[in-house]
């Protein structure tokens, strides 16, 4: 079983900061990627961005420039770091895992239960 525990979110200023942690921990044989997403009340869940275990990262446009992920594959965690924060980011943000389960196991996807980030106007 996996889990995905988020933390960090906060209700900030327009302009501020936060740091969303993600840690993971479970019976995991191989991690591919891990992100994060957001869902505003009434919108469809989008991605934010995404780090794979190579190096490689992903970001949507609305946090090119303001958003970095990285990540921590020794711990399993991986971390958004938000700056330059907007009403728009106001979000639940949620922490997602693909990867393997076991050796001879196919992909699977996984979700954390989310961290409730608002920026006030």
């Known amino acids: 079983q996996v889990l995905l525990v988020e933390s960090g979110g906060d209700l900030v200023q327009t302009g501020g900061s936060l740091r969303l942690t993600c840690a993971a921990s479970?019976?995991?044989?191989?991690?591919?990627?891990m992100g994060w997403y957001r869902q505003a009340p009434g919108k469809h869940r989008e991605l934010v961005a995404t780090?794979?275990?190579?190096?490689?990262?992903n970001y949507a446009d609305s946090g090119k420039g303001r958003f970095t992920i990285s990540r921590d594959n020794a711990k399993n965690t991986v971390y958004l770091q938000m700056n330059s924060l907007k009403p728009e980011d106001t979000a639940v943000y949620y922490c997602?895992?693909?990867?393997?389960?076991?050796?001879?196991?196919?992909?699977?996807?996984?979700w954390g239960q989310g961290t409730q980030v608002t920026v006030s106007s």
């Open positions: 780090s794979t275990s190579g190096g490689g990262t």
């Open positions: 479970g019976k995991i044989f191989s991690i591919i990627t």
């Open positions: 997602a895992l693909r990867g393997y389960l076991d050796y001879g196991a196919d992909g699977g996807d996984y």
